[in-house]
C-alpha cells in the first residue's frame, strides 16, 4: 500500500485537469453514446502508457528529444482542428440532446476520434511515460505504483464517462450544448496555444 496509493493519488491529480480526453468523455456521456467503450479506451491507453513509463520507457523518450517536438507540433495541430469542429457546432447552434438515439455516430467514429485526442496529445506522454514513470523509480514496489495509477484512471474514465448522465436534463436544451462546444472550442485552442508555446 505504501507503493500503491502514492501511484494512485499521483494519475488521478494528472488526469483530473481538464484536457481534450475528458471533454469528449464527458460529452459522450452526456448524450449516453458508447460510453463504455469511450471509457475503456480511454482507460487502456493511460494503462498502456503508465506501464510503459514504469517499465521505463520514460528515459527513452528523454533521450530522443525530436520525437517529443514532432508529437507536440502534430497535436497542436489535431487540437486546433477539433477546436474548430467544436466552435463551428457552438456558432451554429440547434443542437439539442437527442434521447431517441437517433442520429448517433458510430462507435468506429467515436473511438478514432478519442484515440486521436489521446495519442496525439503530447502531454498525456508527459504525465504517464516521464512523469508517472521516473516518480515510480522512487518507490519500492514499483508494480504496486503502477498498478495503483492504472487503477485511478479506470475509476476517474468509467466515473466521468457514467457521471454525465445526470446532467442530460440540463442539456436537453440547445443553448447547453452550445456553451459545452464552445467551451471545448476554447479548452482545445488553450492546450494547442500551450502545446505551440513550448
Not at 10 to 31: C, E, H, K, M, P
Not at 62 to 68: D, K, N, R, S
Request: proline residues 4%; glycine residues 10%; positive net charge.
Amino acid at each position: 500500500m505504501s507503493s500503491f496509493l502514492p501511484g494512485f493519488a499521483l494519475s488521478l491529480t494528472l488526469i483530473l485537469a481538464i484536457g481534450a480526453q475528458n471533454a469528449f468523455v464527458l460529452r459522450q456521456g452526456v448524450r449516453q453514446e458508447h460510453v463504455f467503450w469511450v471509457c475503456l479506451t480511454c482507460a487502456l491507453s493511460d494503462a498502456l502508457l503508465i506501464a510503459a513509463g514504469v517499465a521505463g520507457f520514460g528515459a527513452l523518450a528523454e533521450a530522443l528529444p525530436m520525437v517529443e517536438t514532432v508529437m507536440r507540433l502534430g497535436g497542436a495541430a489535431f487540437l486546433l482542428w477539433y477546436g474548430l469542429q467544436n466552435a463551428r457546432a457552438a456558432l451554429k447552434g440547434g443542437a439539442a440532446l437527442d434521447v431517441t438515439g437517433q442520429g448517433t455516430p458510430s462507435l468506429r467514429r467515436a473511438v478514432t476520434t478519442l484515440l486521436m485526442l489521446t495519442w496525439l496529445n503530447p502531454h498525456v506522454y508527459l504525465d504517464t511515460l516521464v512523469l508517472i514513470g521516473s516518480i515510480s523509480a522512487q518507490y519500492p514496489d514499483r508494480l504496486a505504483f503502477g498498478t495503483g495509477a492504472v487503477l485511478a484512471s479506470f475509476c476517474f474514465f468509467f466515473a466521468l464517462g457514467y457521471g454525465a448522465r445526470l446532467l442530460r436534463p440540463l442539456f436537453a436544451k440547445p443553448v447547453s450544448w452550445q456553451i459545452l462546444d464552445a467551451l471545448i472550442a476554447l479548452t482545445m485552442w488553450a492546450i494547442a496555444l500551450k502545446l505551440l508555446l513550448m
